[in-house]
């Protein structure tokens, strides 16, 4: 993999990993386990992981940082794999939003 560039393609490819996971082997995949284990099971791993970016932000480690969310993004990926979302899906509300104010888009959020 290390001949593949180092950018955002790199979701893509982590998540169709992921989805090929569901059904495994348990015991030959972190990944099939998640999903075996369900929902509950899953959005607790990233639950977990989004408090050990948010720790080690807090410890100002930027190396640290870095790792945490490479895991809360995979779990992330698993979470949506898991509730049928597309990254496409995700890809498209972040453009809908691109260039709208921050906080008129929350304010939009409100209303709905």
Same mark, same amino acid.
């Given at each position: 993999?290390?001949d593949?560039?180092a950018? $955002?393609?790199?979701?893509? =490819?982590?998540?169709e #990993?992921? !989805? $090929? !996971? !569901? &059904?495994g082997?348990?015991?030959q995949? @972190? %990944?099939?386990?998640?999903?075996? /284990?369900?929902i509950?099971?899953?959005?607790? *791993?990233?639950?977990?992981?989004?408090?050990?970016t948010?720790?080690? +932000?807090?410890?100002? $480690?930027?190396a640290e940082?870095? &790792?945490?969310?490479? /895991?809360?993004? @995979?779990?992330?990926?698993?979470l949506? +794999?898991?509730?049928g979302?597309?990254?496409a /899906? #995700?890809w498209?509300?972040?453009?809908? =939003?691109? &260039? %709208?104010?921050g906080?008129a888009?929350? *304010?939009? !959020?409100s209303? =709905?």
């Open positions: 993999m290390a593949k560039p950018d $955002s393609a790199v979701l893509e =490819r982590l998540f #990993v992921i !989805r $090929s !996971r !569901r &059904g082997d348990v015991e995949s @972190y %990944t099939a386990g998640l999903f075996a /284990d369900g509950g099971a899953i959005t607790q *791993k990233f639950g977990e992981e989004a408090v050990e948010m720790v080690a +932000a807090l410890q100002q $480690s930027a940082v870095t &790792g945490e969310s490479a /895991d809360l993004l @995979y779990h992330l990926l698993v949506w +794999a898991e509730m979302i597309e990254p /899906d #995700v498209a509300e972040l453009q809908r =939003r691109e &260039g %709208t104010s906080l888009e929350k *304010k939009a !959020r209303k =709905r």
